[in-house]
């Protein structure tokens, strides 16, 4: 029988689909020319109340898992890659909040009133000038007095900071903390000023638009998320992010990928009864995204079973190293195999899919996923990946 749950999770799938094909895919151009952000897209999912989907149930939302996640932003991401990845980061924040607040009064009202009512949008403040993209490390601290704080931060990238309701921030808890003892806070948009520190003129990813910034904000001590951020980026953070990442990066590649089977099917049927000699390689392509699907979609799955009693094990097994190689390997493999892909669809395509007039073009496809390997370095990941190596046995 199928469930009341199941029912709101196809239609946010299907939902999604349709926002990315009849808005995002229309205006994804423009918006990568540009350097804009995607208000159509987002204000889209807004309507649809597509930005709830991560709040659990209990609160109003959608209560989707990784899996019905990974694939919304998949479909997205095909229309639109900074749509994606906007709504991919949204999610991250979202999970924090529902998953190591609940309990809190405030963040419990949040969660109803703002992300399912309003349909807020939630950026984060999780890099820092000084830390060299060590997101586990703070310069910053809070500093409380009485039951009000106050926290400043110089960050080198604010992801559509601008563009934001509200922003989840790190910081170290008291001014003489350790850097890696940190708490996330959350500033809704009437709490904080942003004073743009640069331009967002990238490669790819372009209408994800997030220059650095000074961040300066204010408010009440209940917007701190209850314990540390250290089991908040274990335990949500990271898979949330390595996970949906991966996601959307899959769904770009699957776009130029569908771009490049297209042009096999037009050279096809100019010549009936014959198989062009690009449609072997398509053949081989497809197999490889294939395999990057179940990559990101076999994680997915596995953290729904490890966090579904939503206990003290379930936490604890997302702390352990093994379980921390898996994501860090599904980052590694995903980011490097998206470009491989959008240049085997160039390579089947051809000229057409180098020109940017052209309805085969993978160029933007190609410039976005360049920036997969450099969102929390593949080098200092595997640096990580290495230390663990060396006393990690897989039993």
């Known amino acids: 029988m199928t469930t009341r749950s199941a029912i ?3 239609a946010l799938l299907s939902r999604t689909a349709a926002i990315a094909s009849e808005v995002a895919a229309v ?3 423009d918006v990568d020319k540009r350097s804009r952000f995607p208000h159509e897209t987002i204000d889209a999912l807004r309507q649809a109340g597509l930005l ?3 709040v659990p149930e209990a609160y109003g939302g959608a209560g989707a898992g990784m899996l019905e996640l990974g694939a919304q932003c998949a479909a997205l991401a095909q229309g639109c890659s900074s749509s994606g990845m906007v709504l991919a980061m949204h999610h991250i924040q979202v999970a924090c909040m529902a998953r190591h607040a609940q309990g809190s009064p405030f963040f419990e009202r949040y969660m109803r009133e703002s992300l399912v009512e309003r349909q807020a949008l939630v950026a984060s403040i999780t890099s820092e000038n000084g830390t060299f993209g ?3 490390s703070s310069i910053c601290a809070v500093q409380i007095d009485g039951d009000r704080m106050s926290l400043e931060k110089d960050a080198t990238t604010v992801s559509y900071g601008q563009h934001a309701d509200a922003q989840l921030v790190t910081c170290r808890r008291t001014a003489d903390a350790a850097a890696s003892d940190q708490l996330l806070v959350l500033f809704d948009r009437d709490s904080y000023t942003l004073a743009q520190s640069g331009e967002w003129d990238t490669l790819g990813m372009r209408g994800t638009c997030s220059p650095g910034a000074k961040f300066s904000g204010h408010g009440s001590i209940e917007q701190i998320i209850p314990g540390s951020y250290a089991d908040a980026s274990a335990q949500t953070m990271v898979p949330y992010s390595h996970i949906l990442w991966a996601a959307l990066w899959s769904g770009i590649a699957a776009d130029a990928l569908g771009r490049a089977a297209a042009f096999v099917r037009a050279g096809a ?3 009936p009864g014959s198989v062009p000699p690009n449609a072997v390689q398509l053949a081989r ?4 995204l294939q395999a990057m699907r179940h990559n ?3 994680c997915a799955i596995e953290f729904d079973e490890m966090t579904a009693e939503n206990d003290a094990a379930a936490r604890e097994a997302l702390n352990t190293m093994g379980w921390a190689l898996r994501l860090n390997q599904l980052k590694i493999a995903c980011s490097e195999m998206a470009p491989k892909l959008c240049h085997e669809a160039l390579q089947i395509i051809g000229i057409m899919g180098y020109k940017n007039d052209s309805p085969f073009s993978v160029g933007r496809h190609y410039r976005d996923v360049l920036s997969a390997a450099l969102m929390v370095s593949n080098g200092r ?4 990946n290495a230390s663990m190596l060396l006393v990690f046995k897989d039993e």
């Open 8 to 10: 709101k999770k196809s």
């Open 52 to 54: 709830s989907a991560a």
């Open 27 to 29: 205006h994804a151009g």
């Open 296 to 298: 990101w979609e076999s």
């Open 381 to 384: 990941i595997a640096a990580k």
């Open 134 to 136: 060590d997101t586990r």
């Open 285 to 288: 392509a497809q197999v490889e």
């Open 269 to 271: 049927r100019k010549n």
